[in-house]
């Protein structure tokens, strides 16, 4: 496989219309630098980050009912995962991409913290798998377009300084699906983002990630030459007050009940997607 840095102004793999971009050489364009000044790239690049990173996100009954939720959901999407080559953007302390492993998958991950990175080699030579790890930015992605069967990205949209750019690349580099997340605009997770972007615009320290309405990703990625194939979503409740409840049993009864009743279709978040390249492009 050839490594390709991305133009810097390149957005997307193809028109609204669905034509792909033809495939380009190498470029002397250089990609950007990763903003240090930017939350997405400082606080992930904190060594301490890097280290309890796994169990902030997915330690306690509720963090580990996300963890096989989001293996299930990979694995239901992608379908058969062996001798699949996928790439998994964003890939943090490398769950993901270890998942995927197992799985029989010709596994590249990518991060733009060198700091995750080591976390996430140390934790596939544990396991005894093989995962190739690279350092790289979502924003420019160093692939030659249709690289690979699959394209990963969790929990990364949310925090890029220009998810546009991000998607773009995801759909450039796969050749077949583009598996990503984000939470909902009609969720709970409207107020919470609000209030940290409120207190990241008076000066302080907070993840200020954005939500996104369904509509805004199904055109951007039509830009792309993609469709949504499938979704799943997860909680209608915030994760933070199951968190708080601490069980498993409770999320479960609360979140089927809130689903016979029509809200998990409506406001559920986080919402995964499944995007298929359209046949035109």
Known sequence: MTSRRAPAGAATSGSAGGHARPPGGPTDAPSPDPRSDHYSYSKYADPAMARTFEQRRFGGPIGDMVASTQARVLANMIGLIKDRSILDVGTGA????????????????VDASEQMLEVARRKAAEEFVRVRFRRGDAHALEFDDRSFDVVVCLRLLMHAPDWTRCLSELCRVAERLVIFDYPSAASAALLQSAARRAINAAGGHTEAYRVFRDATIRREL???GFRVRSIHRQFVLPIQFHRAMGSRRFTMFSEKMLDRAG???LLGSPVTVCAERCASS
């Open 94 to 109: 490398g769950r993901a991409a270890l998942y995927l492993a197992h799985g029989g998958a010709q596994v590249t991950a």
């Open 222 to 224: 039509m830009r792309s």
């Open 263 to 265: 809200l998990l279709r």
